[in-house]
T-cell receptor, first 112, second 110 residues
Framework: DTGVSQDPRHKITKRGQNVTFRCDPI?????LYWYRQTLGQGPEFLTY????????KSRLLSDRFSAERPKGSFSTLEIQRTEQGDSAMYLC??????????FGSGTQLSVL | KNEVEQSPQNLTAQEGEFITINCSYS?????LHWLQQHPGGGIVSLFM???GKKKHGRLIATINIQEKHSSLHITASHPRDSAVYIC????????????FGGGTRVLVKP
């Protein structure tokens, strides 16, 4: 499978714990996006990388959230001290500049 | 005011009917994506267009950059077209992030 893959598919955690998600984009895709989606809502932009550089970060992202894309390949999104309001589907997408987006299946986070 | 407005928010059609979903945006863009999301499913990119019209099977997408408006048409709709359709303008000036519309929930009844 050469699509965008995300791991894990589901994560259940207790409030206050840290969680980390991984996204493996399609190889050679230089752009990588993280989005968050709650039930019944459209995706909300979180952050965006071009190669290894994090070019933009949404105001939605508190300082508990951090994302990295070392070497411009896979990316990780970490949430520290999780809160119940962090429960959502976290989506990753990748593209070549100027071409179609490809989305991963997402990581469903439930904070108890 | 949202930067991206879609209409209608919900749409129910009978199988075979022609469906139109509209998207208006307020920012200058370089391209616009139309995306499809089935219930419980992932998001699939249907089109990326920056001018004119694109067609893929029974789906047609049009865009008017000057009027900041795009439409997605589904011809001869089928129950398997039931999904949420989302438009997402892409602005180079806005740092290449996508801004998503709220989506149009389409239900096609047999």
């Amino acid at each position: 499978d050469t699509g965008v893959s995300q791991d894990p598919r589901h994560k259940i955690t207790k409030r206050g714990q840290n969680v980390t998600f991984r996204c493996d984009p399609i190889s050679e895709h230089n752009r990588l996006y993280w989005y968050r989606q709650t039930l019944g809502q459209g995706p909300e932009f979180l952050t965006y990388f071009q190669n290894e550089a994090q070019l933009e970060k949404s105001r939605l992202l508190s300082d508990r959230f951090s994302a990295e894309r070392p070497k411009g390949s896979f990316s990780t999104l970490e949430i520290q001290r999780t809160e119940q309001g962090d429960s959502a589907m976290y989506l990753c997408a990748s593209s070549l500049a100027g071409f179609k987006l490809f989305f991963g299946s997402g990581t469903q986070l439930s904070v108890l | 005011k949202n930067e991206v407005e879609q209409s209608p928010q919900n749409l129910t059609a009978q199988e075979g009917e022609f469906i139109t979903i509209n998207c208006s945006y307020s920012v200058g863009i370089s391209a616009l994506h139309w995306l499809q999301q089935h219930p419980g499913g992932g998001i699939v990119s249907l089109f990326m267009l920056s001018s004119g019209k694109k067609k893929h099977g029974r789906l047609i997408a049009t865009i008017n950059i000057q009027e900041k408006h795009s439409s997605l048409h589904i011809t001869a709709s089928h129950p398997r077209d039931s999904a949420v359709y989302i438009c997402a303008p892409h602005s180079e000036a806005a740092g290449n992030k996508l801004t998503f519309g709220g989506g149009t929930r389409v239900l096609v009844k047999p």
